[in-house]
């Protein structure tokens, strides 16, 4: 077995700390990465603390990571000792279901393996993320890096930047389109930047009037403070889509209020508690679709991570050492994250000489 040495939550009430563990030996199919940066998800933190009620103890979150190819398995041909990769949410699925055929293995009608927090098919444990200095993956779920991106600022990619670049792929966005992007963190700011790359008039909705500057620097056409009612209305019934990344529970109406006929608002964010159930009129009396969407596959990943490196879009990151992380996530609750936590993994060679 591989060692491994990384951060991991003992149960839902204790912080991160330093974690030694073991993962599989690359097979001939694997690639054997040192992790080199991993960005810090709000999926990471509703996992550490239970949020989702599915949480197997001790966790290791970290879901966007990339790392430099150290060791590949003698089938692996696509991936070169040495060279930048990546690897986001999946790290298996059953690839026969027609989800899996249609490279959508974030629908895998069997499962897919999330990168923590899933059932290990290798070791019959538990999957563990990116917060760790190695990771061991089947070549089919890794990702190339192009040489254009920053490797510490493209991390996030790999989760916020699939998470929105696959709903404004799948609902068309393109220029000309009127689209709104709810909520100013790690997905949102990716979203602005993505959709202001796609051609959109893209207007920023945020309840903190202070990311007005950034949202304008990152690519929004307009900013709109969501608990100014006046500033709301101004915008009704004039959106084609909406992507909404706030990570609580709140009212949709006021959001569904603002879409044109036959236009679509997409959840990506997955609060703990439920929204409460919008007004079934606000979507029957102009045909407006509520939907949902989860990360992307592996084949979209790679035209997004392609696209990103081709529009020179990269995370605006924050680097913190590991030994920050429970800070980071304090910060991450209250919106003081501008706008993603990157995990700077040369921080944990402290945790490895002192194991
Ligand atoms: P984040 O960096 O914490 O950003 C969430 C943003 O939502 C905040 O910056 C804030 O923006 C806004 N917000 C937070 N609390 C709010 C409240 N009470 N009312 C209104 N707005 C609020 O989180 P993230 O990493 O972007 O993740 C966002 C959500 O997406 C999480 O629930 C995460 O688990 C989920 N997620 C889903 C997928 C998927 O595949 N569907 C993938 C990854 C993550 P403002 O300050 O601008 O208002
Ligand atoms: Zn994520």
Redesign the pocket.
Same mark, same amino acid.
């Given at each position: 077995m591989l060692k491994a040495i990384g951060y991991a939550a003992q149960t839902a009430q204790t912080p991160l700390a330093p974690f030694a563990f073991e993962r599989r030996e690359p097979g001939p199919h694997d690639v054997q990465i040192e992790i080199l940066y991993c960005g810090v998800?709000?999926?990471d933190l509703?996992t550490a603390r239970n949020e989702w009620q599915n949480t197997v103890f001790p966790t290791v979150p970290g879901h966007e990571i990339i790392g430099r190819v150290i060791k590949v398995g003698e089938h692996v041909k696509n991936f070169k000792v040495g060279e930048m990769a990546g690897v986001g949410c999946l790290v298996d699925s059953c690839q026969h279901c027609p989800s899996c055929a249609e490279d959508l293995e974030q629908y895998c009608e069997n499962g897919f393996t999330g990168t923590y927090n899933a059932e290990d098919k290798h070791s019959g444990g538990v999957t563990y993320g990116g917060y760790a200095n190695n990771i061991v993956v089947n070549q089919k779920f890794v990702l190339h890096i192009s040489d254009k991106l920053d490797p510490a600022s493209a991390a996030p990619l790999l989760?916020?930047g699939i @998470?929105t670049y696959s709903p404004l792929r799948h609902w068309n966005v393109s220029k000309g389109h009127k689209v709104g992007i709810v909520?100013?963190?790690?997905?949102?700011h990716m979203g602005v930047k993505i959709a202001h790359a796609m051609g959109a008039h893209v207007v920023l909705f945020? @309840?903190?009037p202070d990311?007005k500057q950034d949202a304008l620097r990152l690519g929004a056409d307009e900013v709109v403070i969501?608990k100014d009612e006046q500033q709301m209305a101004e915008h009704a019934n004039s959106f084609d889509f909406i992507l909404n990344?706030?990570?609580?529970p709140?009212n949709l109406d006021n959001f569904l209020n603002l879409l044109k006929r036959d236009g679509t608002m997409t959840l990506?964010?997955?609060?703990a508690e439920s929204h409460p159930s919008p007004n079934v009129f606000n979507l029957i009396m102009k045909r407006r679709t509520l939907a949902g969407?989860?990360?992307g596959g592996i084949k979209e990943t790679q035209e997004m991570l392609d696209f990103c490196a081709e529009h020179g879009i990269t995370s605006d990151i924050e680097l913190i050492p590991i030994q920050d992380i429970n800070l980071a996530y304090e910060r991450?609750l209250k919106?003081d994250?501008k706008?993603?936590f990157v995990i700077d993994m040369a921080s944990l060679t402290k945790e490895q000489s002192a194991a």
């Open positions: 998800c709000h999926s509703h989760c916020a @998470t909520g100013l963190g790690g997905l949102g945020t @309840t903190s990311k969501s990344t706030v990570a609580a709140h990506v964010g997955a609060p969407s989860l990360i991450m919106s994250v706008y993603r």
